[in-house]
Nanobody, 125 residues
């Protein structure tokens, strides 16, 4: 399974970005998908996760109400819509796939089986 993340860039505080992550190989529609981020000098942080069907989503408290994770299984793609961005959202964002598919909340990076390469999001103040 290969995951290709895209959509990062430079945006002013209060702005929006939409990240995309497209999978090739494997059975995307059976995987739970997550977004993580890692800022310089900090640990990788789970941002959001969506189950295989898209029927369940979970968010870190730091992004709840501002970020939305969604998926299109026909396109093998998961999205992260980021609104009301803050400078503290600046990080490299990664997508990841959990082949188990069912999630009951935010899960840690060790639960994921495949990772994308990351896309940089920079929010200026």
């Amino acid at each position: 399974v290969q995951l290709q993340a895209s959509g990062g860039g430079l945006v002013q505080a209060g702005g929006s970005l939409r990240l995309s992550c497209t999978a090739s190989g494997g059975t995307f529609s059976s995987y739970a998908m997550g977004w993580f981020r890692q800022a310089p000098g900090k640990e990788r942080e789970s941002v959001a996760v969506i189950n295989w069907s898209g029927g369940s989503t979970y968010y870190a408290d730091s992004v709840k109400g501002r970020f939305t994770i969604s998926r299109d299984n026909a396109k093998n793609t998961v999205y992260l819509q980021m609104n009301s961005l803050k400078p503290e959202d600046t990080a490299v964002y990664y997508c990841a796939a959990d082949t188990y598919g069912v999630v009951a909340g935010i899960i840690g990076p060790h639960e994921y089986d495949y990772w994308g390469q990351g896309t940089l999001v920079t929010v200026s103040s």
